[in-house]
């Protein structure tokens, strides 16, 4: 079963300075690989996803990630953060496998994006 | 635009009262899906529809059943709301299954 991880529950950075959020995964075959963003009291907004190809993905909003196949990763990265982009991210995985395959999502890492 | 509309926002019901929840999209996407978030966890997929063909989780309580009567709408019932069904309900649609899921702005459902 995939399973994904977010080993940051809070990300501080000032505004202005570049921003990493950390995800890994665990898939038996091959990923699909998804970031959302979510503000206060609303749904999820879609900001990139792989699929396959180029390892470095862009995204919404100046957001970008990078999939690591050898370090089962897919790093969310912004090279300027500003401060409305605090808010909570999530990392989503599912195989690639015949059938449904449910999208699994991180534990959420909470951004906060000083002036 | 094309999206996803969940009515109503807010919705506060009382203990063992029935509530509907409502979603609608304009994608003409072929999936639906519902899901529910407890205080920024998560979210946790409940079930979903592929066109007419519902699919449940396997450890979504009785007490949580859908309707997708046509392929813009679907509802969530709650036949018997407990405390612990407190939590924001999140609408998801895509064109197939394996596509982006693209989210409502969700309800949040308090229960008294």
Redesign the interface.
């Known amino acids: 079963a995939q399973s994904v991880a977010q080993p940051e529950d809070q990300v501080n950075v000032a505004e202005g300075n570049p921003l990493t959020v950390k995800c890994t995964y665990s898939v038996s075959g091959n990923p699909y690989l998804f970031w959302y963003v979510q503000y206060p009291n609303r749904g999820l907004q879609f900001l990139l996803k792989y699929i396959t190809g180029d390892n470095l993905v862009k995204g919404s909003y100046g957001f970008e990630a990078e999939f690591n196949k050898s370090q089962t990763s897919f790093h969310l990265k912004k090279p300027s953060a500003l401060v409305s982009d605090s808010a909570l991210y999530f990392c989503a995985v599912r195989d690639k496998g015949t059938g449904f395959q449910k999208l699994v999502f991180g534990t959420g890492t909470r951004l906060l994006v000083s002036p | 635009d094309a999206m996803?509309i969940?009515n109503p926002r807010y919705q506060v019901t009382q203990f063992g009262k029935p509530v509907t929840l409502s979603c609608s999209q304009t994608l003409n996407h072929n999936v639906m899906y519902w899901y529910q978030q407890k205080s920024?966890?998560?979210?946790k997929?409940l079930f979903?529809y592929?066109d007419k063909d519902f699919?449940n989780?396997a450890d979504t309580p009785d007490n949580f059943q859908s309707r997708r009567p046509n392929t813009s709408f679907c509802f969530l019932d709650i036949r018997s709301p407990g405390l612990g069904d407190a939590a924001?309900y999140?609408c998801?649609t895509s064109r197939l299954?394996?596509d982006?899921?693209?989210?409502?702005?969700?309800t949040?459902l308090t229960v008294l």
């Open positions: 996803v969940q920024s966890q998560a979210p997929l979903h592929y699919n989780e924001m999140l998801a299954t394996g982006t899921q693209y989210f409502g702005p969700g949040r």
